[in-house]
Each structure stands twice: as C-alpha cells, then as structure tokens.
C-alpha cells in the first residue's frame, strides 16, 4: 500500500515548504490575500509547476508559480527550484513540469509541459534571498500571445505608486488553505525605503534594493502568500516583480518582496 507512504512525503514536502517559507506566523483574514478568482485568458503567462510525485496530486503536483517570458521559458523564483523545496537537484525531479492556461488546478483544462532543463541564477543567495530567479525550458513552446515582456531598468512601471497586480494558487488565508482556482490581488509598487524598514534585517530578513522589489497595500491585506512564489507582478503590462518572500501574509507594515525582474533582465537578455 504505498498511498500512506506517498501521503506522508507530500505532507512532509508541504510542511518543509511553509517552514521555508513562512519565517514568521501568518495571520490575516482576507484573500493570493485580498484578491479574487481570475480566469487564465485574463493572465494566460501564469503558470503552475507541478510535481505530483513530491506535493500529491489533489491540486496538480502544484507548489509554485512561474511566468512565461518566452515561448519556450518560464521564469520563477530560485527557491523553488531548491533542492529545500524539491527534495532534491531540479534536474532530477523527474515529473517536473509547467501547467499552462489552466484557471482550476483541479480540471484538465489547458497543457501539462514536461521541463527539458532548469537554471538556476548563480548568484542567488538562499541566505539572504538576493538573485532569487531561475528559468525552466520547456519541452514544447507555447503560444506567443502567452508571452509577457519583462520590464528592463529604468521602466516607469517600478515607480512607486504604480497599480500592480499578483498571480497565483498559494494560500488564501495565511493558513495553508491553497486554493484550486487561480486568483489575482491588487497591490502597488512601494518605495524601497518602506521595505527597507519592514526589514532591516533579523528574523524577518533582510529588503536588499538592488535585487528586490517592495509592493503591497499599504494598509496590509492585499498580498502574495506561501505556494504563491515564482508568480509574477504586472504593471502596466509588464512584468516587474517575481513573488519570493515576505513575513507573514497580507499585514500592515509587513509588505511582500518580489524579484526584481530588471536583474533577471540583465543576466537573461532582453530577447526573452
Ligand atoms: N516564499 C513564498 C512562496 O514560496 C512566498 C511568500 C510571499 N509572501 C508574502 N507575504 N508576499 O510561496
């Protein structure tokens, strides 16, 4: 009877995930938090990776998010690609694969693309978070009007203030209650400076400018969550932010941080 044996693991993989993810207690009542249900055409460059055989198969294998930056690549966090979240190196998690333009994880609905290769930034620093981008291959290209651009340096969709929204099937209450169905918040950019007093560093960690993004409302209540990393932040019809970390979900004072995507320009190129 392997099914208790496979439960555990998925259990064991979940509860690794939260406590990876999760530096501080979560806390907030609202909906990703403060958002709603969106529909996949409304956001067809989300996308879920998926590994059933580490995280079970209820809602997919699902266990982070990704972005479609070009036809044939998916950007996510690094973290998620870590051997903490996966149980092992991302070249052998051998059901590795990307769920495309499916709203409801638990419909067959859109395509399950196995991953040819992963890369992770080499820069990336699991201590302090910094360079937490990676890019997975996928064996077989989407549709180019899957494809969002990449917001490079000096793009006026990071001026703080910008309207931004956030993609993703993570936790909806800061409890661990992940929903199936694909979900959107609004947020805005916040300054640097707000992030860097959120965390200064400590326990919380620490908002390093230069690699990452502050966003949030700025009376709590609308964030990212855990299961949400890897997903993307959108301005103005550009990707900004990469969903990576943050304490607690969804309160005052205590913003998301995200990827800033004009570092994973840099290294990548603009062509993706
Ligand atoms: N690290 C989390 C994940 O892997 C994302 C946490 C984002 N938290 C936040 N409050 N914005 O899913």
Redesign the pocket.
């Known amino acids: 009877m392997p099914r208790p044996y496979v439960r555990s693991l998925a259990l064991a993989a979940a509860a690794a ?1 939260i406590q990876l ?1 999760a530096p501080a207690p979560a806390t907030a009542d609202s909906v990703v938090i403060g958002g709603s249900p969106v529909d996949i055409s409304q956001s067809p460059w989300t996308v879920a990776l998926s590994s059933r055989d580490r995280f079970g198969g209820t809602r997919a294998g699902q266990f ?1 998010g990704g972005v479609v930056v070009d036809r044939s690549t998916v950007l996510t ?1 690094a ?2 690609l870590s051997a903490a979240v996966l149980g092992a190196p991302p070249g052998r998690v051998r059901d590795l694969k990307v769920i495309a333009d499916r709203t409801d994880l638990t419909s067959s609905q859109g395509k399950e693309i196995p991953v040819t290769s992963t890369w992770v930034n080499p820069q990336y620093n699991s201590y302090t978070n910094t360079g937490d981008f990676g890019v997975l291959t996928l064996a077989t290209p989407l549709p180019a009007g899957s494809v969002i651009p990449m917001a490079p340096a000096g793009d006026p969709a990071y001026t703080p203030g910008t309207p931004a929204t956030v993609y993703g099937w ?1 936790d909806v209450t800061g409890n661990a209650t992940y929903t199936s169905s694909l979900r959107a918040a609004g947020l805005q950019v916040l300054t640097d400076a707000t992030c860097e007093k959120a965390y200064p560093g400590g326990l919380d960690g620490r908002y390093v400018a230069s690699s990452m993004l502050c966003a949030g409302a700025p009376e709590g209540g609308h ?8 997903g993307p932040l959108v301005a103005n019809g550009r990707l900004i932010g990469v ?8 309160q005052p004072g ?1 913003p ?2 995200y990827t800033r995507v004009s570092e994973a320009v840099k290294v990548l190129g603009g062509g993706h």
């Open positions: 995930l993810m982070c966090a973290h998620c993570g964030d990212a969550c855990q299961g949400d990393s890897g969903v990576s970390w943050g304490s607690g979900c969804g205590r998301g941080v």
